[in-house]
């Protein structure tokens, strides 16, 4: 598969002040296909309970961000879980290690604004900041 697998942090953003994105970002978001995973909907989902974020309505605020950015979702399975096994222990965000893991197995460009997620130096995984 190819495309563009969206870090929370840049659904977050896009979905909220597109223009703090790198102008990289913006133009990868555009060409697609770019991918929501389902750990990025469980990552935001707890953040919202607890308070972290304002969503108003995540069932609203989900579907009006899917339909805006033109994502599709791509859902977690066990072989990405595996492959999280795989990487090094640079990040201890699970979500954030999730989403690598996935880029990999599914051969996407992870995009991104975590300073960390470079660091995982692997020729399958590539990175747009």
């Not at 969206?6 to 133009?27: C, G, H, M, N, Q």
């Amino acid at each position: 598969m190819n495309g563009y697998l969206l870090d929370t942090s840049v659904v977050l953003i896009a979905s909220t002040v597109p223009e703090k994105l790198s102008p990289r970002i913006r133009r990868a978001v555009d060409a697609g296909p770019a991918l929501l995973s389902t750990v990025s909907y469980r990552e935001v989902t707890i953040k919202a309970m607890k308070g972290g974020l304002d969503l108003g309505n995540p069932r609203v605020w989900w579907a009006e961000t899917l339909e805006a950015l033109g994502l599709q979702p791509l859902m977690l399975n066990p072989r990405h879980i595996a492959a999280v096994c795989d990487l090094p222990p640079i990040h201890q965000d699970p979500f954030d290690r999730a989403l690598i893991a996935q880029a990999i197995e599914e051969d996407l460009t992870l995009l991104t604004t975590d300073r960390l997620i470079p660091r995982y130096a692997s020729p399958r995984l590539r990175v747009i900041q």
